[in-house]
Nanobody, 124 residues
Framework: VQLQASGGGLVQAGGSLRLSCAAS????????MGWFRQDPGKEREFVAA????????YYGDSVKGRFTMSRDATKRTVYLQMNSLKPEDTGVYYC??????????????????WGQGTQVTVSS
């Protein structure tokens, strides 16, 4: 399956963006679908993930209360609504699918298929 992330851009602090990640094929064989972000020279940071078979969503501490991940199963697409954006939210945002138990879904290593990333830049 190929993942296509889109929706990034330049926004002022306090603004909002909505990212999309569309899957070209079936993702039913996967357990988790997640969003990560990365700045140059830094490790990939967990943002949010959804358990595809149950729908539960989990968030990284730095985005909790500001970001909302949702899914449109009919369109094989997940969304990341980002509100109250801060300069530290800047980075390349990647979506990915993978398997693994609940305790591991924050770890990038369990995700086996990654999209190409979309740049989010938040100016102060």
């Amino acid at each position: 399956v190929q993942l296509q992330a889109s929706g990034g851009g330049l926004v002022q602090a306090g603004g909002s963006l909505r990212l999309s990640c569309a899957a070209s094929g079936s993702i039913l064989s996967y357990v988790n679908m997640g969003w990560f972000r990365q700045d140059p020279g830094k490790e990939r940071e967990f943002v949010a993930a959804i358990r595809l078979r149950g729908g539960s969503v989990y968030y990284g501490d730095s985005v909790k209360g500001r970001f909302t991940m949702s899914r449109d199963a009919t369109k094989r697409t997940v969304y990341l609504q980002m509100n109250s954006l801060k300069p530290e939210d800047t980075g390349v945002y990647y979506c990915a699918v993978g398997n693994g138990v609940l305790s591991s879904l924050r770890h990038a290593g369990i995700y086996v298929n990654w999209g190409q990333g979309t740049q989010v830049t938040v100016s102060s």
